[in-house]
């Protein structure tokens, strides 16, 4: 068996056990909370594909996963799709923006890169403020269904769908990593002048990660208006979401679909685990103080800790 039929056989085999252990417990809130660490895991993964593979650090994550959340809004609104339609569109949408992004911002490097992503949050979150079809400021409501073919209850299903697109990510993102995109990448984010005297369409290659990014992102956010039943864009545009995005990959460890995933799990579950016990108002202050921990002992994430031991214990 090949090494992507493993990880596909792998990430099925997961998957249907979480979905098994989740209607053991038949809880609601564990589809809840099941939910939003999928949906972290998401986002970490898809930061990745550009930050990580391509070494640019994208501010705007918000801004992706608002516009998949806003495109569910509108889509339901003017006609009545279905959220798996929805997702799919959000996608499109989101994969777009990051198109449209890419081309206007990868020409800059660096910290001006990411400030023009940051710049995308805040137009987005303007024009969706003054845009009273979408909700405007006062925000949107959405009913959700009462129950959803095959599935117990509409948390499940959002549950199950989370799930799918974390699958797929991670499925993508491994992908990208045994190609020639992700070889081209990995070129752009050790010496992007070289790669590119050496004949690497570096533009092309980064249009193309911006995009998948985007996409992933986008699709992420559109279940959120049913997740959530209600929706600002105050709290469609959270900065929690860019913050916690960087932070699970850098934890978990760049470069390698598996870091974002760890990180998003670790965080996450702590996160979550911090609103029932504490408050939501800590779960930043968790991120800060895991992040300095990590930055001080482990700089390349938990994955670079493990080579690290490994080197050593093969260099014994």
Not at 253 to 268: D, E, K, R, T
Request: charged share 10%; with cysteine; aromatic share 10%.
């Amino acid at each position: 068996m090949s090494r992507a039929l493993r990880l596909h056989f792998g990430l099925l085999v997961t998957g249907l056990a979480l979905i098994v252990a989740l209607r053991l417990i038949g809880n609601d809130y564990a589809w809840y909370t099941g939910y939003v660490i999928l949906q972290y895991v998401v986002l970490a993964v898809a930061w990745n594909v550009l930050a990580g593979y391509a070494g640019y650090v994208n501010f705007g994550t918000a801004a992706f996963f608002a516009a998949g959340a806003y495109t569910t809004i509108i889509l339901t609104k003017a006609l009545n799709l279905d959220l798996l339609l929805c997702v799919l569109v959000a996608g499109m949408v989101s994969g777009g923006l990051g198109l449209g992004m890419g081309w206007l911002t990868l020409r800059l490097r660096g910290v001006y890169f990411s400030i023009a992503t940051l710049s995308l949050a805040v137009v987005l979150q303007t024009l969706v403020v003054n845009w009273h079809y979408a909700g405007g400021a006062s925000g949107a409501y959405t009913m959700r269904p009462q129950g959803y073919a095959f599935f117990g209850n509409y948390s499940e299903f959002l549950f199950v769908l989370m799930l799918v697109m974390a699958l797929g990510g991670i499925a993508v993102a491994a992908w990208i990593e045994r190609s020639r995109l992700g070889l081209g990448l990995a070129t752009i984010r050790d010496d992007e002048r070289a790669a590119a005297a050496a004949g690497v369409p570096t533009l092309r290659l980064k249009l193309i990660a911006t995009a998948i990014s985007g996409a992933m992102m986008g699709m992420a956010g559109a279940p959120l208006p049913y997740y959530a039943s209600y929706l600002n864009p105050e709290a469609a545009f959270s900065l929690t979401y860019t913050i916690n995005a960087m932070a699970m990959v850098l934890i978990g460890g760049m470069q390698s679909w598996a870091g974002p995933v760890i990180g998003a799990v670790l965080l996450s579950v702590l996160q979550q685990g911090a609103t029932v016990t504490i408050s939501s108002a800590g779960n930043l202050l968790i991120v800060g103080g895991v992040l300095i921990l990590f930055v001080t002992l482990a700089p390349r994430g938990i994955l670079g800790l493990i080579r690290a031991r490994r080197g050593k214990g093969g260099g014994a």
